[in-house]
């Protein structure tokens, strides 16, 4: 069935638009993250404090992922959006203000409970920290909560944001948050002892916290004025919103729940195992955030404003949907095969430096390598989520999310506690095979989402054909770097070095692309070409 063209949203350009915005903008952000975690890794390294540090910053996002990004986002995103299609701007305005009244009374009472209640979830969630380090995490958390509250309002302007279109703004704030904690690291880092640094670390994440959300407040202010505060239930949208949160907010609870599962068996394992992991993420995350998050928000902006009957929105979906797996093949199987052949030169070139050695750079690398595996999964299970999201499903991947938690803790269990002793392998190994473990509930849980939502559109074309040459031609383009990476025999510094060996992969992967005439980059190569003719 072909689709009626006023049931799209946009035009092929705009939606291109703003993935690259959103791209842009968690590009700038993850670079600046990258930037704090290299500052971090050289005062602290994988030390008690370390993992103190990490185990405390996870503990308080969970509020920031659970009622910011994931249930808000699935829920508001696609009913605030759809009105503004629709022309129904005022409505749309009161929609938003009363989500961002109930959300601020919710968060308030959350960050009150969560300070006070701090003590026992560092029992549930670390049982392998005790003494000093224990102390210490509790301190740290209790310093963060307030900060974590305004991340969670600074999600609803995301969401305002991206409706209008305005998708640079939103996704570069995080460059203010990253900048003050790497700014407080430069000016403090010298002159404190590691304790009283963590402290200072953790009063800048706070300060960075409300820059993140302050910023972003006067391009939200064109569209909508938060205050006077507003609580009428009685909006049909705002039912749906209410209705869709509760799901969305079991299904990214699940999902968090699965996080500090993993949080806690990481607690039991040897010193560094926590940062480790968390160093690692880093890494893992910026593939999946600039990429798959780019093109899944955009497209659920997108997804959320086509218009026509139920049957044309579904065929628009599946089309659409197939043409951003084909993208999210092109950008991620590459990625993909440097965490695994050459992801020590990244690691190396990204966190070796002070407490941050040689044997961190080859730990850490084992814990990406491990995560890998399920990259590629995780990052289209966001764009499959998104599409259920715009059909005001999200039941669906709640469900899902429940598989998922349970086959990574069984999986987390025996893989990083178990397997260790049965495979006759030193337990430096066992935070790694915790990771692989995360990399296969991922694989689970892409195909889970994919089963369902065919029988919703219809058989989702994603070719096999297309998978097995963008990894053969990710491998071809690898042969130089590693060639490089083995047979180098000069003492470079991280950074020139990963550069030296990561740009013939870079160049042999495009041209082959090009060659093979991929669209992505013939796309790119094309409009180079006009702007010389001019």
Known sequence: MAV??????????????????????????????????????????????????KAALKIPNFLQNLFGEGALSASFIPVYSELLSKGKKEEAIIVAKTIFSFLLVLVSLLVVLGVYMTPMLIDLIAPGFNGEKKTLTI?????????????????????????????????IAPV??????????????????????IYTVTWSVVAGSFLQFIIQLPTVRKYISILPLNFDQKNQAVKTILKNFGPALLSRGIVQISSYIDNIIASLLKTGAVSGIAFAQTIYTLPVSLFGMSISQAELTNFSQVHGNEEEKKVFLLQRLEKSLKRLNFFIIPTVVVFLLL????????????????????????????????????????????????????????????????TTTLFGLIFSLKLPAWLGIDDQYAAALLTLSFGISGQIEFFSLKFKLQKIIGNIQDSNTHLIKIFAISFLAALPAVFLRYTEIWNWHPIPRAVFILSPFAIFYLAFAYFLKEEEVVTIIQKILKKFKR
């Open 343 to 406: 992801g020590d030169i990244l690691v190396s070139a990204l966190f070796q430096t002070g407490q941050f050695n040689d044997d961190s750079t080859r730990f850490v690398w084992f814990i990406l390598m491990g995560s890998t595996v399920g990259l590629l999964a995780s990052t289209k299970a966001r764009l499959l989520s998104s599409c259920f999201y715009a059909l005001k499903n999200t039941k669906t991947p709640m469900y899902i999310a429940i598989v998922r938690v349970i």
């Open 4 to 53: 009626n063209e006023s049931a799209t949203p946009t035009k092929k350009n705009q939606s291109t638009s703003g993935a690259l915005f959103i791209a842009l903008g968690i590009f700038f952000s993850r670079v600046a993250g990258l930037v704090r975690e290299r500052a971090l890794a050289h005062y602290f390294g994988n030390s008690d404090t370390a993992d103190a540090f």
């Open 139 to 171: 301190q740290l958390v209790q310093i963060l909560f307030p900060g974590t509250g305004l991340l969670v309002l600074s999600a609803w302007c995301l969401g305002v944001l991206n409706s209008h279109r305005h998708f640079f703004m939103s996704y």
């Open 176 to 197: 203010a948050w990253n900048f003050t904690i790497i700014l407080a690291v430069i000016i403090f880092g010298s002159r404190q002892i590691e304790k009283d640094l």
